[in-house]
Nanobody
Framework: QVQLVESGGGLVQAGGSLRLSCAAS????????MAWYRQAPGTQRELVAA???????NLTDSVKGRFTISRDNAKNTVYLQMNNLKSEDTAVYYC???????????????WGQGTLVTVSS
């Protein structure tokens, strides 16, 4: 059993900043990629940012220049630094990981339960 736990959400004024964290735990052999998605009421869940082991990062156009994704490999934790937040960033943010579990060495995609970010104008 692998779990992802998000933290760092909250209420912030437009133009402010938040830092989200997502920690993966369990019998993990390796993590290929970690990502942040978000979903606002009445919208589809969208990919915000991803970081791929041994490659690099990817950001959706609407957050480029404002958000940064990073990873602490030793802690199996991914972060999303969100600066210059806008009201349209309001959403539940979900962590996602693609990983290989031990001892079966099967590949799993795992979701966290989400953390709410509310940006007031």
């Amino acid at each position: 059993q692998v779990q992802l736990v998000e933290s760092g959400g909250g209420l912030v004024q437009a133009g402010g900043s938040l830092r989200l964290s997502c920690a993966a735990s369990g019998r993990i052999f390796s993590i290929n990629a970690m990502a942040w998605y978000r979903q606002a009421p009445g919208t589809q869940r969208e990919l915000v940012a991803a970081i791929i082991s041994g490659r690099g990062t990817n950001l959706t156009d609407s957050v480029k220049g404002r958000f940064t994704i990073s990873r602490d490999n030793a802690k199996n934790t991914v972060y999303l630094q969100m600066n210059n937040l806008k009201s349209e960033d309001t959403a539940v943010y979900y962590c996602n990981a693609g990983l290989v579990v031990a001892p079966s060495h099967t590949y799993l995609e795992v979701w966290g339960q989400g953390t709410l970010v509310t940006v007031s104008s």
